[in-house]
């Protein structure tokens, strides 16, 4: 007998996208509960386990950016979540996937803001990324989409190593019907990742990369927490050891001081479009 297979998976998207009915497609029965996460703060995020063939898998159903840039009200929230995000992934021992949900009718700034934040900045390009079109029930061969719209995707700069085209509505129609085709799809998608390089990075290299790359999706950016504010704010609101905190603020420090003064917006930008070279 195949012993099973430990697989950590991030979903993510912009609100409304189904990323819940994606989770409960790969179940094969509702175990998240559909909303449209409009009340959801970034970065925040909750845990599934189950089994589904030879794969035990832990799923992250997480809240990305609802708008192209977040108010700086939540930019402290969002690291709050993810200080969070990071301690349980930590804890399951790292990343294995991401599985990226965009609507099949529309590619807009979110959505591309979206992916650097998931792809590039938590996961620092090293985790595979896959795609999941939802909302394709339209569709007479769902499948069909991406061979219309591949390139469109790579040219909005959104790579991913695999693809699945999918609809969670139900349709009572059994395997045959296009809920069970979307099913097969995303489990056939899973069952590729052979669950090698797993990615784990040093809590605080990783929040500080995280806490950097916020900094870039917020309106404002000269109102935002800095410096001794930012510290005691990680400390106070996110809980952190006052060393672990003091030492986040060093390596960012540190990584700033590299390139010209401490939160200059002119450098913000530099940083931005030497990090991700392709625009909206």
């Not at 195949?2 to 819940?20: H, L, M, Q, Y």
């Not at 099949?104 to 390009?125: A, D, P, S």
């Not at 139900?170 to 045959?176: A, H, M, R, S």
């Amino acid at each position: 007998m195949e012993s099973a297979r430990s697989i950590n998976v991030i979903v993510f998207g912009e609100t409304g996208v189904g990323k819940s009915s994606v989770v409960n497609l790969i179940a094969g029965r509702p175990v998240a509960e559909v909303s449209p996460d409009v009340a959801g703060c970034t970065m925040e995020s909750k845990e599934y386990k189950f089994n589904v063939d030879t794969m035990d898998l832990s799923i992250w159903d997480t809240v990305g950016l609802a708008e192209p840039e977040m108010g700086v009200d939540g930019y402290i929230p969002a690291i709050e979540k993810a200080c969070s995000l990071i301690k349980q992934l930590r804890d399951a021992g790292g990343v294995d996937l991401l599985l990226f949900c965009i609507r099949g009718n529309q590619f807009t700034m979110t959505m591309q803001n979206n992916y650097r934040l998931f792809y590039e900045v938590l996961c620092g390009q090293q985790v595979p990324i896959a795609l999941v079109i939802t909302h394709l029930e339209g569709e007479e061969v769902m499948e069909e989409w991406w061979n219309r719209n591949k390139d469109n995707v790579a040219k909005h700069g959104i790579k991913c190593a695999a693809h699945a085209c999918v609809t969670g509505l139900p349709d009572n129609k059994g395997p045959d019907g296009k809920c069970g085709i979307s099913q097969r799809a995303i489990i056939d998608l899973l069952k590729q990742h052979d669950g090698s390089g797993r990615y784990v990075m040093p809590e605080g290299d990783w929040l500080a990369r995280i806490i950097k790359g916020l900094k870039l999706f917020t309106v404002r950016t000269r109102s935002i927490p800095k410096g001794k504010n930012l510290q005691n704010a990680l400390v106070k609101r996110c809980g952190l050891d006052s060393e672990v905190a003091h030492r986040i603020m060093l390596t960012m420090s540190t990584k700033d001081s590299e390139g010209g003064s401490q939160d200059s917006p002119r450098k913000v930008r530099r940083w931005f479009y030497r990090l991700w070279p392709f625009r909206v």
